[in-house]
């Protein structure tokens, strides 16, 4: 990617692909032109063209520009407060619940997407306490009028460290579209995972590490995931002390419940995002309730005060 900047204009972000990745740079412009995919969470979209000619001919997207860039480097850097936490992930959740989804926000019908490769890197942050979902080269468009040969020449794709189980088993059911959700959602709870292991409610926090960090190399193949994954079950350690704080409890069973092993088991985004937004209303309940609670001593304090000085006068 590039970047550009015109004065008194907004600095834009350029991807440049080359002639041997026009597949990638084509599936991503018509997913990215659909105009139902625009959303908060989804990377804005301007413009494709392609530059050049012959061998070095280029094509071109370009999107906002997010200065900080993607989220496994911004983990990398900050340690996240238990609301930075609840936003940003759940700013990730409500893009891929819209991806997911056959109504745009406003009620109005859309195919739904799977993006098919959700990790950190695919991930950009927008601001403190949103991100955005980016890197639509091998999403697919989940048309009902599709039919199963069609899907079955989508392959064995994504990245293994966030592959699901029946991805590296190569076991997708692809009679149902729903397989494909199920795929995004158990990726999706690994970069959960991330955001949750770098919150500073836990306690003490580590060093930023990828899903399964140093049980594999920095870029696993499909053989060594599907040892840990697969045959041995392995999700990354949710320990002990993530479980103390009540709204961390509720994140991590959420997570084991995207990830489980079995597909149909696994939550949906729609119900991840709506487990978000009750967090956050119990979060709001509980400062609602420590407020009345403060001003209930408050009152109570100052009732003792003046009760004491009356008693003072009637003394003297």
């Known amino acids: 990617s590039s970047d550009f900047f015109w004065p008194n204009l907004p600095i834009l972000a350029v991807k440049i692909f080359p002639c041997e ?10 997913i990215f032109r659909d105009t139902s995919l625009k959303h908060d969470s989804v990377l804005q979209f301007l413009t494709a063209e392609n530059r050049g000619s012959g061998p070095r001919k280029e094509y071109w997207l370009i999107t906002a520009y997010h200065r900080r860039g993607n989220l496994k480097d911004y983990l990398s850097r900050h340690i996240l407060s238990w609301i930075d936490l609840q936003k940003m992930a759940g700013s990730l959740v409500n893009g891929v619940a819209h991806l997911h989804s056959d109504y745009t926000a ?14 950190s890197t695919n991930i950009l942050v927008k601001n403190k306490w949103e991100c955005v979902i980016c890197d639509f080269g091998i999403a697919l468009k ?7 040969d069609d899907f079955a020449n989508s392959g064995q794709v994504g990245t293994a460290r966030y592959m699901a189980p029946e991805v590296l088993e190569s076991r997708v059911n692809l009679e149902d579209l729903e397989s494909f959700k199920q795929m995004d959602v158990y990726s999706m709870a690994l970069v959960l995972w991330e955001l949750a292991s770098r919150c500073e409610v836990v306690g003490e926090v580590k060093s930023y590490e990828l899903p399964f960090g140093s049980k594999v190399q920095e870029q696993p193949c499909v053989d060594t995931m599907r040892d840990i994954v697969l045959h041995g079950r392995g999700r990354p350690e949710i320990p002990c002390n993530w479980l103390v704080h009540q709204g961390m409890r509720f994140l991590c069973d959420t997570i084991t419940e995207c990830w489980d092993h079995d597909p149909e088991a696994r939550l949906t985004a729609h119900c991840v995002a709506e487990r978000f937004n009750l967090m956050a ?15 209930g001593s408050k009152t109570a304090h100052r009732t003792g005060e003046h009760q004491a000085s009356d008693g003072n006068r009637n003394t003297q």
């Not at 990745?21 to 018509?30: D, F, L, P, R, T």
């Open 142 to 148: 989940l048309d009902p009028s599709l039919t199963a």
């Open 281 to 295: 209303q119990m979060d709001c309940d509980d400062i609602l309730n420590n407020n009345t609670d403060n001003e």
């Open 21 to 30: 990745e026009y597949s990638s740079w084509k599936n991503e412009s018509q």
């Open 106 to 119: 406003c009620g109005r019908p859309k195919i739904p997407i799977a993006h098919r490769d959700i990790k």
